[in-house]
């Protein structure tokens, strides 16, 4: 059984999604050349680590632009970069590497991360048992994450309408009120100005925050395909 530890909360951007079917490529192309798997992966791990460093470097206040997207992204790489010395470190001992590849799960702190390496270790592991070409179960692995990004971007881009409305409605009841004061109205009196008031007033702002969750928890829920 493999005790797992607690992931790293912010969503993966398509930069860190990205990581995965560039590897599965790389490492695919370096074996179709002849090279044996032990020299395929310390190319990858020497490419990994270059950005890895690459990242550490740039400036905070270009991080903080990127938000947690970025964050996530540092951790990702710095997850391969963690998986592909274990393989390496498997390889140049001639242990099977789909077994090294089990055991990095264990310390890895993204979800992507856990779920792509444990794919990764059945590619390994097919190879391993059958005699299968490891760069064309590579190659199909890749495709397959590559068809899994575009799916994911084709489901936010059709979310963008959804998202923009869900905003817009939110706003609409300050709107209102703005547009009652400049017609001469006196909506703040109506509403502070007495307990009917005010029961409205309470009664209309649990909606709106009732109105967002829900439309929030909607969105989330489609992003997922869980709709």
Known sequence: MIHLPPRHAARPGIDELELWPDLMWHLAALLKAGVSPAFALAKATEEVAGRQRHLEQQPQGLLARWDREATGLLVAVGDLHHLLSSCLLAAERGAPVSQACLHSVQTLARPTSLERAL??????????????????????????????????????????????????????????????????????????????????????????????????RLILRAEKGEL
Do not use: H
Request: charged letters at 15%.
């Open 119 to 216: 794919s990764l270790a059945a590619c390994w592991q097919v190879s391993e048992r059958t005699g299968a070409p490891l760069a064309e179960v590579l190659e199909r692995f890749a495709r397959y994450l590559e068809n899994d990004i575009d799916l994911l971007q084709m489901r936010e881009a059709a979310m963008g309408g959804p998202k923009a409305t869900g905003r817009i409605l939110s706003w609409l009841p300050l709107l209102g009120l703005g547009l009652g004061l400049v017609m001469g109205a006196d909506p703040l009196g109506v509403l502070f100005g007495s307990v009917l008031g005010a029961l409205i007033c309470c009664v209309g702002l649990a909606l709106a925050l009732v109105g967002s969750r829900w439309t929030a």
